[in-house]
T-cell receptor, first 110, second 114 residues
Framework: KQEVTQIPAALSVPEGENLVLNCSFTDSAIYNLQWFRQDPGKGLTSLLLIQSSQREQTSGRLNASLDKSSGRSTLYIAASQPGDSATYLCAVYNNNDMRFGAGTRLTVKP | NAGVTQTPKFQVLKTGQSMTLQCAQDMNHEYMSWYRQDPGMGLRLIHYSVGAGITDQGEVPNGYNVSRSTTEDFPLRLLSAAPSQTSVYFC?????????????FGPGTRLTVT
């Protein structure tokens, strides 16, 4: 059974800092890995999708990497801003089934 | 495009009542799914559909039914609500089941069962 873990559960950083969020999964047989952002009381917004054949994806200040063999992904956020404060979720998809981590709650202090 | 829409936004039920959570998408997506989100547990898959007329169970299907009579709509039915079904419910859709496309989520329905 696929299990997805995100560490840390919560993170607080000062504005401007670069930071890394971690995601690990137990079964490397995945089709893709997706990072989402969730604001309090809201739905999920897709940030980056990495196919199983890819090693990384970039969008603006965000860079996500994928190492299938070790079951790890990282989300790198450059020059963090208070508007980046949210919960970040990673999810792995395989055979019609998407499994989520519990998320990392990020707070960026002005 | 409106994307993925869900109604209602909030609902309070008494134990034993039944209700239907509505989900619709206007992107002609083949794959649709329902998740529940509970504190500290992430999202868990309830049911999914890979096309009109085709549905299957996810990780936590007990107490829920689904049907997919059209490409656009994927309602979730609670047969006899229980307090353990208090949760936030999200509907999602994707262009295909292949995993090559990202999933889009609706805004959620917050359900409380007393």
């Amino acid at each position: 059974k696929q299990e997805v873990t995100q560490i840390p559960a919560a993170l607080s950083v000062p504005e401007g800092e670069n930071l890394v969020l971690n995601c690990s999964f137990t079964d490397s047989a995945i089709y893709n890995l997706q990072w989402f952002r969730q604001d309090p009381g809201k739905g999920l917004t897709s940030l980056l999708l990495i196919q199983s054949s890819q090693r990384e994806q970039t969008s603006g200040r965000l860079n996500a990497s994928l190492d299938k063999s070790s079951g790890r992904s990282t989300l790198y956020i450059a020059a963090s801003q208070p508007g980046d404060s949210a919960t970040y979720l990673c999810a792995v998809y395989n055979n019609n089934d998407m499994r989520f981590g519990a998320g990392t709650r990020l707070t960026v202090k002005p | 495009n409106a994307g993925v829409t869900q109604t209602p936004k909030f609902q309070v039920l008494k134990t034993g009542q039944s209700m239907t959570l509505q989900c619709a998408q206007d992107m002609n997506h083949e794959y649709m799914s329902w998740y529940r989100q509970d504190p500290g547990m992430g999202l868990r898959l309830i049911h999914y559909s890979v096309g009109a007329g085709i549905t299957d169970q996810g990780e936590v299907p007990n107490g829920y039914n689904v049907s997919r009579s059209t490409t656009e709509d994927f309602p979730l039915r609670l047969l006899s609500a229980a307090p353990s079904q208090t949760s936030v419910y999200f509907c999602a859709s994707s262009y295909s089941r292949s995993g090559s496309y990202e999933q889009y989520f609706g805004p959620g329905t917050r359900l409380t069962v007393t």
